[in-house]
């Protein structure tokens, strides 16, 4: 039901972690992402821990589901020196391709603990129906 929109994302990611990269809006940072199906909609979950629900945008076009979000710098007063930081912070997207067997009217999204999570129902289309058979020279019309 999901497609990842970017074959080389992960290496993308590995690299900015090895080298402390920051994400930009040009160029964002990956936001880890679990998917999966329960019942009748599928289920995304991002994690953005530390960012600020204001920071979250989240578009649909279509079938493009796009997830962008920003987490800043922390303020410091003049007297306090940074001596370590490794969370990261900058700008983080993430894109999936929907298929058409969901329905994008009705995507719910909630923010709990730095999760943010989708929720999107299958449309009734995708789901399975019975066909019933007429039989001689008796012709039914198929209704979804």
């Known amino acids: 039901m999901l497609m990842r929109t970017d074959p080389f994302r992960e290496l993308d990611r590995l690299a900015q972690q090895l080298t402390g990269a920051t994400g930009t809006w040009s160029r ?12 009748e909609e599928y289920v995304i979950a991002l994690d953005l821990p530390g960012v600020d629900k204001d920071a ?3 578009d649909v076009e279509r079938n493009m589901l796009t997830v962008k979000a920003e987490r800043r710098p922390a303020a410091k007063a003049d007297h306090v020196q940074m001596e370590l930081s490794e969370r990261p912070v900058g700008a983080f997207s993430r894109q999936l391709v929907l298929a058409d067997t969901l329905d994008t009217e009705r995507i719910t ?3 709990e603990a730095g999760v943010l999570t989708l929720r999107i129902p299958i449309a009734e289309r995708a789901k399975p129906r019975k066909v019933s058979i007429g039989g001689g020279s008796e012709h039914r019309q198929i209704r979804g």
């Open 28 to 39: 964002p940072s990956v936001m880890p992402m679990d998917a999966y199906r329960d019942g």
């Open 109 to 111: 999204a909630d923010y």
């Open 56 to 58: 979250v945008e989240v």
